[in-house]
């Protein structure tokens, strides 16, 4: 069952359950796993955590850090995810690259791409990988990752697949080729932290989490299979129709 937070500032409660999770793994098993994401709630929760006073209360050195997602595009992109984090949070906060795995969106054969990441993913994470804490945004036709609603590839849980490569929808825009976890590394995270924001993620947020049970059509309700603890962190216009 998921934890719903409504609170005033997203961002602000990501942060926080960002430090408990992170220093929580640290402290139980040295280090701490975690899947960064894009979208829009990205960069609020990196200027966050680049910032006093959570900055020095991080144990950064500790984090090995995965993405949920990523476009076909390079690092240098602006559509980039591993791009928008390097910039916001990486760079700013002199993280070494050795900590970081990101899946190669300029790869000329992504199918391979996902192979590879996948063996990275098992190579750090173990077998079967478990990250203590992958962070969310929820898409407007309720997807998570790159899980997209309507494409029947989202409802299987891809426990020896782990990263996918998936064509983009005919309704997305821009429309970009994808690299993504598969839903098994979602469901078998320690927490997941879902952020939403605005009224206009109300409906699908309540689809997610009270709409009748559809992985295919609402991709994001693999979040009421997890294993571990799952934190939904919204703001009261999101919340509005729970």
Known sequence: MSEVAVVPDVAAAAAELFLESTAG??????????????????APLYEKLRSDPLRGRISWSSLQLFFTDERAVPPGDERSNYGLAHRELVAPLQIDEAQLHRLRGEAADLDA??????NELRAVAGEPPRLDLVLLGLGPDGHICSLFAGVPGSADRGDEELVRHVAAPAYLEPRVERLTLTPFVVVTARTVLLQVIGEKKAPVLARVLKGPEDLVACPGQWLRRAAGRVVVAADAAAAAQL
């Not at 793994?25 to 990205?42: I, K, N």
């Not at 791409?113 to 996948?118: D, N, P, S, V």
């Open 113 to 118: 791409e996902a192979r590879r990441a996948a």
């Open 25 to 42: 793994a640290v402290a139980a098993r040295g280090r701490a796993l975690v899947a960064l994401t894009g979208g829009g709630t990205a």
